[in-house]
């Protein structure tokens, strides 16, 4: 497919990860270029394994918070690099903070050299533990800057501003996605995040972990469907954040029991103490990327709980045992 009368060249930061690879994947099926930058502290180059073949694909072993230079001209960047899970943010607190400012400053640099498009994908954890329901744009969020949690949710704050910065500056033109829950295929089962563990717990036949009561919710919006909206805002003209994500609310307990019927189990609950500053209610208003990219969600819950235990199956059924 070709996007105002041509194929574009894609650099995407983060490219070896869940969502970077399948941004990659879909990009490529349209037949664009794409070099994707990892450095692989949480991505996986076994992600990528399968577009290897691919001439129009590239993968570059390079941390974007040092100088990054691909060497070709560049029609649009993406920088999804970031340490996305609590588990991985508070075990690399720093590193956390380095790929939302340095990593961020040193892909727009990418972006205004080659004159090219930005998006940044932000989060819904800018919200912080909100106290507007459900979440909006406007909303400017009740974060606690200095607690466990900052090193992530004061990145991708620093991280839009400078990418409005560069926008104001610059001219440069620029996105910024606030992505909410997302969940699929090509997760990491030991992130810590409520998605895998509930799988990981399931098909190992594990007590299932709540954290706090469990009546916290969340919405869970499958892997394609953000994907799609992440490069349909890549080409929009919408400067200010835009939120992506499935506006279906559910609490943490409901998410279990979904989990469980699909793997046709019921397991045993282990209630545990809830970590500091999480947020006891996330729910998406999605209103303007309905009105700006004419999109919303397409697939149910179910079906991408089903479609996410059949991958996890089949990497168990084809992994080699251990000696």
Not at 45 to 72: C, I, M, Q, W, Y
Not at 78 to 89: G, N, Q, T, V
């Amino acid at each position: 497919m070709e996007y105002g009368g041509r194929l574009l060249h894609y650099v995407i930061s983060g490219g070896a990860g869940f969502i970077g690879s399948h941004l990659c994947e879909y990009l490529l099926n349209e037949g664009h270029r794409v070099t994707a930058l990892d450095n692989l502290i949480t991505g996986s180059v076994d992600n990528l394994r399968h577009l290897s073949g691919n001439p129009k694909f590239e993968f570059r072993n390079l941390d974007v918070t040092r100088h990054v230079d691909v060497g070709a001209p560049v029609d649009c960047v993406m920088h999804l690099a970031s340490l996305a899970s609590p588990k991985d943010y508070l075990d690399h607190p720093i590193e956390t903070l380095e790929s939302g400012s340095t990593g961020t400053r040193n892909m727009l640099d990418l972006a205004v050299l080659n004159k090219a498009t930005f998006l940044l994908t932000s989060t819904s954890e800018c919200y912080g533990d909100p106290l507007e329901h459900p979440q909006t744009e406007t909303y400017w969020g009740n974060v606690n800057p200095v607690g466990m949690r900052s090193c992530y949710d004061e990145s991708k704050r620093y991280a839009e501003a400078i990418t409005m910065a560069y926008h104001r500056t610059y001219g440069l033109s620029t996105n910024i996605a606030r992505i909410f829950n997302t969940y699929g295929p090509r997760m990491q089962l030991k992130d810590g995040r409520v998605v895998p563990a509930f799988i990981d717990q399931a098909l190992h036949g594990e007590p299932f972990t709540i954290f706090g009561d469990g009546a916290q919710t969340r919405s869970f919006c499958y892997v394609s469907d953000l994907v799609r909206a992440l490069v349909l805002l890549s080409r929009s003209s919408e400067r200010y954040p835009v939120n992506l994500g499935n506006p279906r609310e559910m609490t943490i307990l409901e998410f279990a029991e979904c989990i469980q019927r699909a793997a046709g189990l019921r397991a045993q609950m282990v209630f545990k103490d809830l970590p500091a500053d999480d947020p006891k209610r996330r729910q998406p208003d999605i209103a303007k990327a309905r009105r700006i990219l004419g999109w919303e969600p397409q697939v149910l819950l179910e079906d991408g709980i089903r479609e996410t235990l059949e991958y996890f199956r089949s990497q168990a059924r084809t992994a080699t045992p251990t000696p």
